[in-house]
């Protein structure tokens, strides 16, 4: 059983539903401001969108709702889900818990979220974000949150590794405009974020937008605000039985973009790597059997 359905706003990307004009233009307003801006009164959902009331009512029934007070009750629930702090997950599942071992019940939640959140990803913007992370003119900034700082560890080390122009900004927000100061237009600023938000990471990605950067995100299937400002956003789902949230589809996702860049730029990847192993060498970093 998958812990989490699919988001209203993972359903207003897919596909495979048929939208007419005035539908997808209402569904573009909507993830402009998303979730707020499902929130209102179904007038004013309509007003913002610029099309009728029966337009409104016509595409949250394409989605799969009876009516829009359904709708606006999923978009609740979301709301609550991105907001929820580790002592609230617990409880939830906690009750709901089944009698295997967690070891079974976990990988079966992992599994599932690998699978929605593959079937979701842009193919387009994996190889669109790949291709920009291997152009060796733009220096790269990585940076993370109190939890995704981790996440951003791993993959500055590897991006390190593979090329030059590589910026760490650690999760001391209050050392950010120090790097925001050597930031260039078209330089790349990857964000981590995942619920609960942090509002200095919103800010950052302003700050960076404003400075002409291209800005690659990662963050949940409710996605961070950063989104608005994202130019690419990879949303993971994250949900696990447990008070913390999973990062094995982020990771899943990092180290498939990391095998990729790698392989694009190998030549100078391979000199670099081997310059890298003499210098481990005459430091005796690593053992030698």
């Given at each position: 059983m998958p812990i989490d359905h699919e988001t209203i706003s993972e359903r207003l990307?897919?596909?495979?539903?048929?939208?007419t004009r005035a539908e997808q233009q209402l569904a573009s307003s909507i993830l402009d401001n998303y979730p707020i801006s499902g929130l209102g009164s179904i007038t004013v959902v309509a007003k913002n969108a610029d099309v009728s009331t029966p337009t409104v009512v016509r595409?949250?029934?394409?989605?799969?709702?009876?009516?829009?007070?359904?709708?606006?009750?999923?978009?609740?629930?979301?709301?609550?889900?991105?907001?929820?702090?580790?002592?609230?997950?617990?409880?939830?599942?906690?009750?709901?818990?089944?009698?295997?071992?967690?070891?079974?019940?976990?990988?079966?939640?992992?599994?599932?979220?690998?699978e929605q959140s593959l079937r979701q990803i842009d193919h387009t913007a994996f190889d669109n974000a790949c291709k920009l992370l291997s152009e060796p003119d733009r220096h790269v900034f990585v940076v993370g949150g109190r939890i995704t700082?981790?996440?951003?560890?791993y993959f500055f080390m590897h991006l390190?590794?593979?090329?030059?122009?590589?910026?760490?900004?650690?999760?001391?927000?209050?050392?950010?405009?120090?790097?925001?100061?050597?930031?260039?237009?078209?330089?790349?600023?990857?964000?981590?974020?995942?619920r609960r938000y942090e509002n200095s990471t919103i800010k950052l990605a302003e700050l960076a937008k404003e400075r002409d950067l291209k800005v690659i995100l990662f963050t949940d299937q409710w996605r961070s605000p950063v989104s608005k400002f994202a130019d690419i956003?990879?949303?993971?789902?994250?949900?696990?039985?447990?008070?913390?949230?999973?990062?094995v589809t982020i990771m899943l996702l990092m180290e498939a973009m990391v095998a990729e860049i790698q392989k694009q730029i190998w030549n100078k990847t391979r000199d670099r790597?081997?310059?890298?192993?003499?210098?481990?060498?005459?430091?005796?970093?690593?053992?030698?059997?």
């Open positions: 990307r897919n596909t495979n539903i048929r939208l595409m949250v029934r394409k989605l799969g709702f009876d009516g829009f007070p359904q709708f606006q009750a999923e978009l609740r629930r979301e709301v609550e889900a991105s907001l929820t702090n580790p002592i609230s997950k617990h409880e939830k599942w906690a009750d709901k818990a089944p009698d295997e071992h967690i070891l079974n019940r976990f990988t079966e939640a992992v599994i599932e979220n690998i700082s981790a996440l951003a560890d390190q590794m593979i090329r030059k122009g590589i910026s760490n900004m650690e999760g001391r927000s209050n050392s950010w405009p120090h790097f925001i100061l050597d930031m260039k237009r078209g330089d790349i600023l990857i964000i981590f974020d995942i956003c990879f949303s993971n789902r994250i949900s696990a039985p447990s008070a913390w949230d999973s990062s790597v081997e310059e890298l192993e003499e210098l481990f060498d005459r430091t005796r970093f690593f053992r030698k059997f």
